[in-house]
């Protein structure tokens, strides 16, 4: 696979980036060695670009991986929800000591929504910017699943980076349709920032024309990788199939088919509310005390997921 700078910044990513809460607890809950082998399996095929975060908690699986990958061959891109120095270096610390390497390619805040929540959390970035002049970051940027957390990362040229969410249908962006996305990262790119978007099938809603929506991402030009979330050898195979020649392979179909990713609640649910709060899509309500998901909204981001302490919803 042809690999590309992620905007003005060294690093040479690969289209497909590995997205990697799909194999957590939290999701299909592999072994940490089962994890770590699609992780190898995905490198072998050319996904040399991983993408996690401090929420995760999935870095073992990525060291384990890092037995066999070599760390310089492969691109590692880490978020947290830190807002000031002290979390920012907590976040950093951990996520350098639980993959066993010295140094983080991509560092980013997590869900930003504007410039008004990137001002809250500056000083955080400014931590993350003193870190990247030390070597321990490469560079720095945000996620974001709204049109103004981009046009607020635009504003700031120290944000090099953007991982904002992008499909055909603009399923997950919480304050504007798919062009008015295009529109703000064309911007983004104008400006030379790195982009690598996530969501490219909506959270599963797309997956009856994925190749239209594969189609729609290779021509947004300003793209530099998609970062999808992989839970098996079939979805490898079958998302570079996608990206290479546009084709959803007809021998995958069968093998994949009836894997359509759901959210499920089980009845144990205490009704704490927990997961209502954390969900930016407003998926989520409590019926007879019981969370319920409206899977018309719901793009099985999976962050319910964390907040639930026993383990009570998940996607799977
Ligand atoms: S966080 Fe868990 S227990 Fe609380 S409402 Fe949601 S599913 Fe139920
Ligand atoms: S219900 Fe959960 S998985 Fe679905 S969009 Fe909300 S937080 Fe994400």
Redesign the pocket.
Known sequence: MKKRFLGNTDIEVSPLCFGSLTMTPFQSNLTVEEGAELLCYGYDKGIKFVDTAQLYENYQYIRKALDYIPRQDYIISSKTYAWNEELAEKALKEAMESLGTDYIDIFLLHEQESEHTIKGHYEALEYLIKAKEKGYIRAVGLSTHRVSGVLGANKYKEIEVLHPILNKKGLGIADGTAEDMVEALRQSKALSKGIYSMKPLGGGHLIAEIEEAFQFLKKCEFIDSIAVGLQSKEEIDCNLSLLENGIYPEELKSTLSHKKRKLI??D?????????K?CGQKA?S?VDN??VVDSSRCVLCGY?AT???????KVI
């Open positions: 609640i089980e144990y649910c205490i009704g704490c509310r927990n997961c209502v954390r989520l409590l019981k969370a319910c907040v639930c302490e026993d383990f009570y919803i």
